[in-house]
């Protein structure tokens, strides 16, 4: 037994171990080295079975295993054993022409630069083959090219955004690829936008939110959606009813993004986020919204996350505007204080505390006009109008009476300071006119009157109450006075 067959039986023992170490560590590295050492080893084993080497049956050997890898990539239509079969001419090819010319020398200098030169070639081509972040995904680029080449890749995916700005994840067939390989299997790439953070899950386990751009994804591993970053706006309409129980429509909207803390977008960069934020969106987003009565499958309807605002603020708003009767709402008395404002400000302050425990800032919103429903709009307008119309009726009724009892108040007491002013100046004249020992007659005094009488008349106020026909009655009555004063005279 020679050592060249001692050598090639150790050889293939170490290439056995390894090929099965590579198996079960799921190690592809230890797997390829050991599988062509074992396959090589073994035509090596059989060239040293008839002393000295036999080249005639080292060559059949290479032959049948070429032979068997094209028939492995025919059967199971792989191109891994097309790829790995002519790998295997031309490595055989350079090592057995090499060692004839040259010998062991020959094999070191041309068979090893010949496969090793191609690999540090393809290792830094792959670096410009995808746009990547930094220097560590270079790895994970060199073996997605190898994976792509031998057909055993995991899926690809890129993630577009339509003419409308929703993401959409498509995965691109003409690739390849199955996120279940085993053997040579390679990672699978994701390309997304600056503003779209990849979601990756392997089915039953979610496995977090990749950084936009390139990302790498492993075994079992799928993207099920995407994460926009940027800032959304969702209007949705809501049917409420108004503490009295009259449905009442409104359309609402919500402003928001992805929780990003203080950080703010920044040329050259992903669009920031934070991971925490992206998971309690997405996991308040599985809740189950019940459309009717029952809890029955046909009744149930699952959520993404950006459709969160929508079904929290429908809820927030019909709470909001129960507390209100329909005349509190379309009907305001009070200017100052709107209800529509309120409703609004209730509406963002207790929609942001919600949101805010789901990963999800609130950037603004508001609402529109509040209407009733437009199926009994006009229905219910009418009734409104004529209820309305009673009430100012009355309403304006009780400002006439209060007015009308006011201005008599207003008469009664402005008569009992004249009468007091009257009686106040009438005595003081009739004091004086005492105090001269002059004896005073009936006509003195109504002349007095008529004086003092005359005297109030002047002021504007008191002139303006004063009916048409004043004037004329004080100077008829001073003329009868005259003209009797005279007669007794």
């Excluded at 290479?62 to 492995?72: K, Q, Y």
């Excluded at 990539?73 to 790995?84: A, D, H, S, T």
């Excluded at 339509?162 to 390309?191: C, Y």
């Excluded at 009418?382 to 108040?409: D, F, K, P």
């Amino acid at each position: 037994m020679s050592d060249g067959f001692i050598i090639s039986l150790v050889l293939i023992i170490a290439g056995l171990i390894l090929l099965m170490l590579g198996l079960i560590k799921q190690r592809d590295s230890w797997l390829a080295i050991g599988g062509w050492t074992f396959l090589s080893t073994s035509c090596l084993l059989v060239g040293f079975v008839s002393p000295p080497f036999s080249w005639r049956d080292f060559a059949i050997a290479l032959a049948l295993i070429e032979v068997m890898l094209l028939a492995l990539g025919l059967l199971l239509r792989m191109r891994m054993f097309y790829i790995i079969g002519a790998l295997w001419a031309w490595f055989w090819f350079a090592a057995i022409w090499s060692y004839v010319r040259g010998g062991w020398i020959g094999v070191l200098l041309i068979t090893v630069p010949a496969c090793v030169v191609p690999t540090i070639v393809l290792y830094n081509v792959s670096r410009y083959l995808l746009p990547l972040r930094d220097s560590s995904q270079r790895g994970q680029a060199f073996r997605s090219l190898l994976t792509s080449v031998l057909g055993t890749n995991f899926p690809y995916y890129v993630i577009r955004s339509d003419e409308w700005g929703l993401n959409k994840v498509e995965h691109l067939t003409r690739v390849g690829g199955s996120a279940f390989g085993v053997i040579l299997a390679g990672p699978g790439v994701v390309i997304s936008r600056c503003d779209h953070a990849p979601v990756v899950s392997d089915g039953v386990k979610f496995k977090g939110v990749k950084t936009p751009g390139v990302n790498f994804t492993g075994y079992a591993d799928s993207v099920p959606q995407a994460v926009d970053l940027r800032e959304q706006l969702r209007a949705f309409p809501v049917k409420a009813r108004t503490k009295d129980g009259i449905e009442i429509s409104v359309l609402a909207f919500a402003p928001f993004r992805i929780d990003c803390g203080d950080e703010i977008p920044r040329l050259g960069k992903p669009f920031p986020f934070r991971a925490k934020a992206v998971f309690q969106a997405l996991h308040k987003a599985q809740l189950i919204e019940h459309t009717g009565k029952g809890q029955i499958p046909e009744r149930m309807e699952a959520h993404l996350w950006d459709d969160l605002p929508r079904v929290i603020g429908t809820r927030i708003l019909r709470d909001i505007i129960a507390q209100y009767r329909f005349d509190d709402l379309c009907a305001p008395y009070q200017l100052m204080e709107d209800p529509r404002a309120k409703i609004a400000e209730e509406f963002r302050k207790q929609l942001r505390k919600e949101l805010k425990s789901c990963g999800i800032k609130l950037v603004g919103g508001g609402i529109s006009n509040l209407l009733p429903d437009e199926k009994h709009r006009r229905q219910i307008f009418e009734q409104r109008i004529r209820s309305w119309q009673a009430y100012w009726v009355r309403h304006i009724m009780q400002r006439q009476a209060e007015g009308q009892r006011s201005r008599l108040r207003q008469i009664e007491k402005a008569r009992a300071r004249a009468q007091v002013e009257v009686i106040q100046n009438l005595s003081e004249r009739l004091s004086r006119l005492q105090a001269t020992g002059a004896l005073i007659s009936y006509e003195e005094i109504i002349r007095l009157f008529i004086e003092i009488i005359s005297q109030m008349a002047i002021r504007p106020l008191v002139r303006r109450l004063l009916p048409a026909g004043f004037d004329d009655s004080i100077e008829a009555i001073r003329q009868q006075t005259e003209n009797r004063g005279r007669k007794l005279a």
